[in-house]
């Protein structure tokens, strides 16, 4: 397969294996619902590591951005496109100085207006900087001040944080928090705003783009990012989203002591034209079959979000406890496959049911000529 490369995968989920031969994929949602239940709603899915040279090949926009970069730029052209200022809730993996750069870049091509405030977490050990003291007037302005290690912080600051009850993942929890603006990312100082938290005894540290957002907000927020985990469990496990199939044999055989490096520069030395269109056709069809399946399942989530009652009520779904009055992608997904070939008496003229009959047709008309 195209893009199939060696990837480390840092997790504090034992039964996951360090190496992994697979795609990388990159998933943009929007978080959907009502007061009862949120979902994350797909809106793109790309795969982002070890296609450099395909997407040379066809002359992409994103061939040189590492998989950090062309994420948030993506959700920076999806901000712009719907006008509108969004948060963008990312893993602490994604908090780093090129992407802070594609921000502030976004922000000039639109005229100074962010439409993303970026919020993410920070990592244990990171190093911030107070803002410069006044100018001497001698020498270069400094860019940076005094060094400050936020996991200092915790015990330095411990008097100065302010405890509040939070609703957190659908529990009330204690939460203790200190809000602190600092400079941070060498070269860039650009000012960030730090939240420390303590729940439960453990220690986090968030961190916003924007320094006028209430801390409270920043946390309450970041706990919406866990519904694309849940996505992703629902996208593999209910349609199968990541179930394709689709090789090609102008790709030599992966080897599995093959470095990520050496992958990409084996794929980038092929030159025959033929081979290279039949190579991006591949990649085309696994990155549609993906898409396609976002599709479904965003179709799913709009279902049990206006359908909710129709879909308890239905007779096949039983369960013993109710969770939550907005069912799940399974449940939804359990009563439609149930009524889908009902579907089809009652909606004989629809387009779709048309070209499935046709090919019905067709099937059982070879059938009786071969026999």
Request: some cysteine; charged content about 25%; glycine content about 6%.
């Amino acid at each position: 397969m195209p893009a199939v490369k060696k990837m480390h995968q840092e997790s504090e989920n034992s039964t996951k294996r360090e190496y992994v031969m697979a795609h990388l994929f990159g998933t943009l949602g929007i978080v959907i619902g009502n007061g009862a239940k949120q979902f994350c709603a797909p809106l793109s899915m790309t795969i982002q590591d070890g296609c450099r040279p395909i997407l040379e090949w066809m002359g992409s926009e994103y061939a040189r951005d590492s998989h950090v970069t062309c994420l948030v730029r993506q959700a920076c052209k999806t901000a712009a496109l719907m006008v509108k200022d969004c948060f963008l809730l990312m893993d602490r993996y994604f908090i780093s100085v090129p992407a802070l750069a594609v921000i502030a870049a976004a922000k000039v091509s639109t005229a100074g207006h962010n439409f993303i405030t970026m919020i993410t977490r920070a990592k244990i050990d990171f190093m911030a900087y107070e803002k410069p003291g006044p100018y001497p007037g001698r020498g270069r302005p400094r860019k940076k001040g005094k060094d400050v290690k936020l996991h200092d912080l915790f015990k330095e600051k411990a008097d100065a944080f302010t405890v509040v009850k939070l609703r957190l993942y659908g529990i009330e929890n204690e939460v203790r928090y200190y809000c602190v603006d600092l400079l941070w990312g060498r070269k860039l100082y650009q000012e960030l705003r730090f939240v420390l938290t303590v729940i439960n005894g453990v220690e986090s540290i968030m961190v916003s783009t924007a320094l006028d957002i209430h801390p409270e907000t920043i946390i309450l927020l970041y706990c919406y990012r866990f519904k694309i985990e849940v996505f992703f469990r629902a996208f593999g496990q209910c349609i199968a989203g990541l179930g394709y199939h689709f090789w090609n044999k102008d790709i030599s055989l992966l080897d599995k002591f093959e470095s990520a490096k050496e992958s990409v520069a084996r794929l980038a030395k092929i030159t025959d034209i033929g081979a290279r269109e039949s190579i991006i056709r591949t990649y085309k069809a696994i990155e549609g079959f993906v898409m396609l399946c976002c599709i479904a399942i965003g179709t799913i989530q709009i279902c049990a979000l206006r359908y909710a009652q129709i879909f308890n009520d239905y007779p096949i779904r039983w369960l013993r406890t109710y969770t939550n009055i907005v069912p799940s992608e399974a449940s939804v997904q359990i009563c439609l496959r149930d009524y889908f070939g009902r579907f089809f008496n009652k909606c004989p003229k629809l387009r779709i049911v048309e070209i499935v009959f046709a090919k019905r047709a067709k099937s059982a008309q070879l059938l009786d000529d071969s026999a």
